[in-house]
């Protein structure tokens, strides 16, 4: 229903920041949850944090709270994730991701998206 392009990933020590972006084409995100996931080769996908793109409402993982922050920017139809304070466990694959509008709830649940990105790899370094 929409492409989801990734940017923005790349290498930082820990303590860096990174800000990834997430460029939509096809459809507003608007009616939609929008989410950010990250993955490495030893855990499941797992949930970073979501926006409410109507009302800009954020929900993040404990993991994450406090440092990373979830926005979105209407005239450039482009979700972003800035990470800050970024420690080596942050280092994963990172998606973001449109959840279909029948959904209810913060969005941390993965089968609830129904469109994704390539991903873009955020590597932290000690």
């Known amino acids: 229903q929409v492409q989801l392009v990734e940017s923005g990933g790349g290498l930082v020590q820990a303590g860096g920041s990174l800000r990834l972006s997430c460029a939509a084409a096809?459809?507003?995100?608007?009616?939609?949850?929008m989410g950010w996931f990250r993955q490495t080769p030893e855990k499941e996908r797992e949930f970073v944090a979501a926006?409410?793109?109507?009302?800009?409402?954020?929900y993040y993982a404990d993991s994450v709270k406090g440092r990373f922050t979830i926005s979105r920017d209407n005239a450039k139809n482009t979700l972003y994730l800035q990470m800050n304070s970024l420690k080596p466990e942050d280092t994963a694959l990172y998606y973001c991701?449109?959840?279909?509008?029948?959904?209810?709830?913060?969005?941390?649940?993965?089968?609830?998206?129904?469109?994704w990105g390539q991903g873009t790899q955020g590597t932290v370094s000690s």
């Open positions: 926006i409410t793109w109507s009302t800009g409402s954020t």
């Open positions: 991701a449109q959840r279909g509008p029948h959904w209810g709830g913060p969005g941390d649940r993965k089968y609830t998206y129904d469109s």
């Open positions: 096809g459809r507003t995100f608007y009616t939609y949850t």
